[in-house]
């Protein structure tokens, strides 16, 4: 299936909105856009976004990613590109649909399509190399 009949799929297969269950790991300026527009969610218990910071642990961003990855209300994580070249390690090992892990910009850092591992493995799969 392509991506985009997979997030479609999340999108139908969930009885929440669709804006819930995008889940956030990206630093503030990303998140603060996100929250405005409706996307972040937060409970007594936790939330569906990681604010990354400069003194952001590599291990904290590990541990939330890991977290995030279990919940099922959430089908889309969103994380800048540099945040997920952090941990590259655990997205290389990351072999699951759902949630979809999409790596986006952020305002400092652009995008480069030759770092993303979903690029990587489209290019691989269309006979370009790993």
């Not at 479609?8 to 998140?31: E, G, Y």
């Not at 996307?39 to 936790?46: E, I, M, P, S």
């Not at 540099?82 to 699951?96: C, F, G, M, P, S």
């Given at each position: 299936m392509s991506l985009g009949v997979d997030i479609?799929?999340?999108?139908?297969?969930?009885?929440?909105?669709?804006?819930?269950?995008?889940?956030?790991?990206?630093?503030?300026?990303?998140?603060t856009g996100f929250l405005l527009a409706g996307?972040?969610?937060?409970?007594?218990?936790?939330?569906n976004f990681l604010i990354v910071k400069q003194d952001t642990?590599?291990?904290?961003?590990e541990d939330a990613f890991h977290a995030l990855t279990l919940r099922d209300d959430i089908g889309i994580i969103l994380i800048n590109?540099?945040?997920?070249?952090?941990?590259?390690?655990?997205?290389?090992?990351?072999?699951?649909?759902?949630?979809?892990?999409?790596?986006?910009?952020?305002?400092?850092?652009p995008y480069d399509p030759e770092q993303d591992y979903?690029?990587?493995r489209v290019n691989m799969f269309l006979g370009g190399g790993a």
């Open positions: 479609a799929r999340i999108i139908l297969s969930h009885s929440h909105l669709f804006l819930s269950t995008l889940n956030l790991l990206n630093q503030q300026d990303t998140v996307v972040g969610h937060r409970t007594a218990k936790d939330t642990t590599l291990q904290q961003i590109q540099h945040v997920a070249n952090n941990i590259r390690h655990v997205l290389k090992d990351y072999n699951q649909t759902i949630p979809t892990v999409l790596e986006i910009p952020s305002k400092e850092h979903i690029m990587q």
